[in-house]
Structures are given as structure tokens and as C-alpha cells.
């Protein structure tokens, strides 16, 4: 199901020039080593990175920092009073949310998964510059911020594959002894991926490749059934499609479900460009 992807060295080019100024706090400069097909859909990246420290134990997610192709990076400056000076213009930066899927301190590396959507016409610039990244191509990364560990013994999820490298690290790192159950929609059984955990993990995988034509809200439907049946001192954690991550929302809100024992998010618009995958 999975199969490495090649990567060629690079001559010196005019992304890889020398940093000649500091970067702010937060924002961590980071540099291509490899990738490797995870699935059919999902490209894993791997990056060097100076310090890994801030990356471990803590908060999952960071904002990549995408140049336009084939300009020199102009990467934001510290603002007096804090924040970020942004460049604009023909150097503008584009932002995009994604999950650090695993750290690997031993090779100072961060790995992170991007989904090539399956959906035709969505635009997926974080996606882009993974089907084009070669050895040695720079970016930064801002964060790492937000997503941690649910704090529970108990979790059930309901996703569909721009959230799997999150659930991924999840389940890597929970403790042993917890419970988590899951419904995740990926376009078919090729798109599955092993979740060694710890812990106790089910995962009942829809597949989106078999529905009859035209057939919406399906993961919406079993999502909730999978929520109305939960325990209340359990942790739903719910991140998919904008439209199917509001009819659930709604029933935890119906519910007395509170943010305190939820996690819920939409990763993408079928109406807009996603968010590439967190």
C-alpha cells in the first residue's frame, strides 16, 4: 500500500541561499531530506529542522509558509509590540494548517503528511508544493500551535482523510490503557492506514469510492449515531468536511456536549479551496 517516492539532490538554487536575518519566535526554518508515499493520496514529507524540541510532547499543529514558487523567501519579521510583519506583495506568503505527524529527534526531523485531495477542482496549495518538493527545498513553519491530546481515557473519532495524520499521531501517542473508537470516510480501501497505538483503537472505514452516485452525508449520519450512543464522560473529537462537521456540532450542542470533552473542526469547504489537511 506504500512505496517511497525518489528524491533527487539539487544544484545550489536560489531557495537554498543562507539565512542572513534571525527569524522570530514560533517560526522555525526547515529543510526537504525526503518523502514517501504513505497511500495512494497521502505524501509524507520529511524536514530537517534545527530544534525539534519545541515540537515534542506538546501542541501538534503548525502553519506552513509557502513563497511563491521560484522566489527567494522574504519570511515575516518580529513586529514592534509583538506579532509578525508580513511581506506583501509578489512576496506574499501563503498559510496553510497542517499536523506534525511525527517527530524524529534522533534525526532532528518532522514529518508531515499531505493529502493530493481526491476531489476534482479543489485548489490544495499545500499539496502542491509536496508533489513538487525536491531534497533540500526550504520553508518555515509557524507554531507549533494548538491540538493536543484529548485528555481522557476514552475517545471516539469521526473524520474523514484530511484528518487521519492527526488521529495518526494521536493514537501514537496516548497512553496505554486508553479507549478509542473511530468512523473515518477515505475514497477506498487503499486509502486505510495501520494507527499502532498504546492504547485500544476500532476503526469502522467508510469508503467514499462505493456510494451510490450523488450520495451525501453519509459520515454526518454515522457520525451522529456514533455521538448519541457515547458516553458522557468520553471525548469526541470530530474533524471533516465544513457541512458534515456542523450537523454534528449542532447534536453536541443538543446534547450539552461542551468544548471542554470536544474537539470539533472543519478541515475543508466542498464550496471553497480546503485547508489542505491538518
Same mark, same amino acid.
Given at each position: 500500500?506504500?512505496? #517511497?517516492?525518489?528524491?533527487?539532490? !539539487?544544484?545550489? &538554487?536560489i531557495?537554498?541561499?543562507?539565512?542572513? &536575518?534571525?527569524?522570530?519566535?514560533?517560526?522555525?526554518l526547515?529543510?526537504v531530506?525526503?518523502?514517501?508515499?504513505?497511500?495512494?493520496?497521502?505524501? %509524507?514529507?520529511?524536514?530537517?529542522?534545527? #530544534?525539534?524540541?519545541?515540537f515534542?510532547?506538546?501542541?501538534?499543529?503548525v =502553519?506552513?509558509?509557502?513563497?511563491?514558487?521560484?522566489?527567494?523567501?522574504?519570511?515575516?519579521?518580529?513586529?514592534?509590540?509583538?506579532?509578525?510583519?508580513?511581506?506583501?506583495?509578489?512576496n506574499?506568503?501563503?498559510?496553510?494548517?497542517?499536523?506534525?505527524?511525527?517527530?524524529?529527534?534522533?534525526?532532528?526531523?518532522?514529518w508531515?503528511?499531505f493529502?493530493?485531495?481526491?476531489?476534482?477542482?479543489?485548489?490544495?496549495?499545500?499539496?502542491?508544493f509536496?508533489?513538487?518538493? =525536491?531534497?533540500?527545498? =526550504?520553508?518555515?513553519? !509557524?507554531?507549533?500551535?494548538?491540538? @493536543? /491530546?484529548?485528555?481522557?481515557?476514552?475517545?471516539?473519532?469521526?473524520?474523514?482523510?484530511?484528518? !487521519?495524520?492527526?488521529?495518526? %499521531?494521536?493514537?501514537?501517542?496516548?497512553?496505554?490503557?486508553?479507549?478509542? %473508537?473511530?468512523?473515518?470516510?477515505?475514497?477506498?480501501?487503499?486509502?486505510?492506514?495501520?494507527?499502532?497505538?498504546?492504547? &485500544? !483503537?476500532?476503526? @469502522?472505514?467508510?469508503?467514499?469510492?462505493?456510494?451510490?452516485?450523488?450520495?451525501?452525508?453519509?459520515?454526518a449520519?454515522?457520525?451522529?449515531?456514533?455521538?448519541? #450512543?457515547?458516553?458522557?464522560?468520553?471525548f469526541?473529537? $470530530?474533524?471533516?468536511?465544513?457541512?458534515?462537521?456542523?450537523?454534528?456540532? #449542532?447534536? /453536541?450542542?443538543?446534547?450539552?456536549?461542551?468544548?471542554?470533552?470536544?474537539? $470539533?473542526?472543519?478541515?475543508?469547504?466542498?464550496?471553497? &479551496?480546503? $485547508?489542505?489537511?491538518?
Amino acid at each position: 500500500m506504500s512505496g #517511497n517516492t525518489s528524491i533527487q539532490t !539539487l544544484p545550489k &538554487s536560489i531557495d537554498q541561499r543562507p539565512m542572513t &536575518s534571525v527569524l522570530p519566535d514560533k517560526i522555525h526554518l526547515v529543510t526537504v531530506v525526503a518523502k514517501e508515499r504513505v497511500t495512494p493520496h497521502m505524501l %509524507r514529507v520529511k524536514f530537517a529542522c534545527a #530544534n525539534v524540541e519545541p515540537f515534542i510532547g506538546g501542541e501538534m499543529h503548525v =502553519r506552513l509558509l509557502l513563497p511563491r514558487h521560484g522566489r527567494l523567501p522574504v519570511w515575516p519579521e518580529a513586529a514592534e509590540g509583538g506579532g509578525f510583519k508580513w511581506p506583501k506583495g509578489e512576496n506574499e506568503i501563503r498559510l496553510r494548517a497542517y499536523t506534525i505527524r511525527a517527530v524524529d529527534a534522533e534525526r532532528n526531523e518532522l514529518w508531515i503528511d499531505f493529502l493530493l485531495h481526491p476531489t476534482s477542482g479543489v485548489a490544495t496549495p499545500g499539496a502542491d508544493f509536496a508533489r513538487a518538493a =525536491r531534497r533540500g527545498d =526550504r520553508i518555515a513553519l !509557524l507554531g507549533p500551535g494548538s491540538g @493536543r /491530546l484529548p485528555p481522557s481515557s476514552v475517545i471516539h473519532f469521526v473524520a474523514d482523510e484530511t484528518a !487521519l495524520p492527526a488521529i495518526a %499521531r494521536i493514537a501514537a501517542e496516548v497512553p496505554a490503557g486508553t479507549r478509542m %473508537r473511530g468512523i473515518i470516510e477515505v475514497f477506498d480501501e487503499a486509502e486505510e492506514q495501520p494507527l499502532p497505538t498504546a492504547g &485500544s !483503537l476500532e476503526v @469502522r472505514w467508510l469508503h467514499r469510492r462505493y456510494y451510490p452516485e450523488g450520495a451525501k452525508g453519509r459520515l454526518a449520519r454515522e457520525g451522529c449515531k456514533l455521538i448519541e #450512543n457515547a458516553d458522557e464522560t468520553s471525548f469526541i473529537w $470530530v474533524a471533516c468536511e465544513k457541512q458534515d462537521v456542523r450537523s454534528m456540532r #449542532n447534536l /453536541l450542542k443538543t446534547l450539552g456536549r461542551n468544548g471542554e470533552d470536544t474537539y $470539533v473542526a472543519w478541515y475543508w469547504d466542498r464550496n471553497l &479551496s480546503p $485547508v489542505d489537511g491538518l
